[in-house]
């Protein structure tokens, strides 16, 4: 079984969560920074021109020792139905706030679909750059708004405040004065916490310790032996191919293998944006598109 995760960054619009997404792709050195030059997962003409993401997309890479996709999911309001579906096939979120602006109303709203589907969530406080509020203040308005269990988890109350998420984790802290990683992820999987990170990522600050924390706070399934996968995008390649974007819930999937009685996959494709790898196999946890496949709707 590979060390495998899956997540995806949601926001409002304008909260610099396509920039967001560029950034770690450059810090995984999947591109090149100089290749950069416009944004890789908003690659439409009406995107690029307009400034959103109309579609989510997929992108995967490496950190540290796991392999990671992320879906990148449409902010403006007009096209949340695109990024309720991609919810629907997380391991976690990372909800992008603006620095600037704090709390807007589309965010309380994403943040009712992350509860709906119990999403574990990450908060990145964007954009301190510039921010005029304090990170005391923004942590203040978290707290009011979504849950006094948004933590701030490079605060010096960090640790006194996780010690009191729960009694498992208290007792533990009480015997050792250590917080058990465990505990702590098995928290966040449950909602029990949301850790919050602050930085830029136009400047490319506190991206790496958000970086860690995917792999560090994240929660890894148990997914069972026989086979499964979860549609929640149908889409075509430039040469007109319907393609079936799955999540891989359980057993293992190679090209080739058939899928029901009567239809075969002809290839598994990783996408980075437009562009895309073809592998031999695909396992739990991981997002690909799968070609060959008709008769499957979201």
Not at 84 to 96: N, P
Not at 140 to 163: G, V
């Amino acid at each position: 079984m590979k060390n495998i995760r899956n997540f995806c960054i949601i926001a409002h619009i304008d909260h610099g969560k396509s920039t967001l997404a560029d950034r770690i792709l450059e810090l995984t050195n999947t591109v090149q920074k100089r290749e950069m030059k416009e944004q890789l997962l908003d690659e439409m003409d009406l995107e690029r021109e307009r400034g959103i993401t109309i579609y989510s997309k997929e992108a995967h890479f490496h950190w540290k020792d796991s392999e990671i996709y992320l879906i990148d999911t449409p902010g403006h309001v007009d096209f949340s139905s695109e990024m309720e579906r991609s919810l629907q096939v997380l391991d976690l979120a990372i909800l992008l706030i603006n620095g600037q602006d704090g709390i807007q109303s589309h965010t309380s709203t994403i943040w009712k679909c992350l509860k709906h589907y119990k999403i574990p969530t990450l908060i990145f406080i964007n954009k301190m750059d510039i921010s005029y509020k304090t990170q005391e203040e923004l942590m203040n308005d978290l707290k009011t708004h979504f849950s006094s269990n948004c933590i701030n988890f490079k605060s010096e109350d960090a640790e006194d405040e996780l010690s009191m998420l729960n009694e498992d984790i208290m007792n533990h802290y009480l015997e050792t004065e250590e917080i058990d990683s465990s505990l702590l992820q098995q928290a966040i999987f449950k909602r029990e916490c949301f850790p919050v990170f602050f930085g830029s990522a136009l400047k490319i600050q506190g991206i790496e310790d958000l970086m860690d924390a995917i792999i560090d706070l994240s929660f890894i399934q148990d997914y069972p032996e026989d086979f499964g996968a979860r549609v929640y995008k149908i889409s075509s390649d430039d040469q007109g191919n319907r393609l079936t974007h799955v999540k891989i819930t359980g057993g293992v999937l190679n090209a080739k293998d058939k899928v029901g009685t009567d239809e075969k996959v002809d290839q598994i494709r990783l996408y980075n944006g437009k562009q895309f790898e073809m592998v031999q196999t695909a396992y739990p946890g991981m997002i690909c598109a799968l070609k060959g496949l008709n008769k499957y709707e979201v």
